[in-house]
């Protein structure tokens, strides 16, 4: 299909009221989910995957200057060509959690979100942006050579990275949304310790803050790739959450 005049690709598969929308988290397509989504459609749902601008099938943006609200606009328009009037259910993996975070702020149709090792208000600093900017960078030249055509995307968006966290951190999260948090224990930082441990508190006082909706899930022995190491934990979350849609219709 095309959004904005360019191709995107999109599949849309199954029957029912409710559609699951999967949301990739930087450097990934829509082949992270290819396992779990016929497990999802199971369910009685309709499943949305598509690849985000530059990634899998689908076309790079026309501008070289990247902006988070590039993805959010691709995105709703995405949904709306497709007919999908909600309500939704949003799985969102790593920088895909903050995309669908503001999204759900936006656009009435998100129902529930269940968020997989994903980015969420405090997970950054201005401190860890920096830091994270100085690593990556010198690996630019190196990407550019050996994949320019994922430079191409991952690196404006590594750019962008300082201000895609401020409207993250900024955007206003409803208290009364429900969320399931799936937060890896060796998620977050990584190999590093203390990044890991500061991405595990962010996570804890974003469901502390509104206990009554938001659950928290430790996905005890995963890595940042939940859907690779323990995609049970995803499939039950969804399974849950779409209960709690259902119900509150």
């Not at 005049?5 to 397509?29: A, I, K, R, Y």
């Not at 609200?69 to 999908?84: H, K, R, W």
């Amino acid at each position: 299909m095309a959004v904005d005049g360019l191709p995107l690709w999109v599949d849309l598969q199954g029957q029912g009221e409710t559609t699951v929308v999967f949301e990739s988290g930087n450097g990934n397509d829509s082949t992270v989910w290819d396992a779990l989504e016929p497990q999802v459609r199971a369910l009685g749902v309709r499943t949305f995957r598509y690849d985000r601008r530059g990634y899998g099938r689908s076309a790079h943006f026309a501008s070289e200057t990247y902006r988070v609200e590039m993805d959010l606009s691709t995105l709703q328009g995405a949904l709306t060509a497709c007919g999908i009037a909600g309500p939704i259910v949003a799985v969102a993996h790593s920088y895909g959690g903050g995309l669908a975070l503001i999204t759900a702020r936006r656009d009435r149709r998100i129902k529930g979100l269940v968020l997989v090792d994903a980015v969420v208000p405090g997970v950054s600093t201005p401190k860890i942006v920096r830091e994270t900017l100085a690593e990556v960078r010198p690996q630019y030249a190196e990407v550019r050579k050996e994949a320019p055509d994922l430079a191409r995307t991952v690196i404006p968006i590594m750019e962008a990275w300082g201000q895609t966290m401020d409207r993250v951190n900024a955007t206003p999260v409803s208290r009364t949304l429900p969320i399931i948090d799936i937060v890896a224990d060796g998620g977050g930082g990584g190999k590093k310790p203390a990044m890991t441990a500061h991405w595990r508190k962010a996570h804890r006082r974003f469901v502390a803050a509104a206990p009554a909706s938001r659950t928290f899930v430790d996905a005890v022995g995963s890595g940042h790739k939940v859907m690779k190491d323990k995609p049970e934990l995803i499939v039950e979350a969804i399974r849950q959450m779409l209960g709690r849609v259902r119900r509150a219709r």
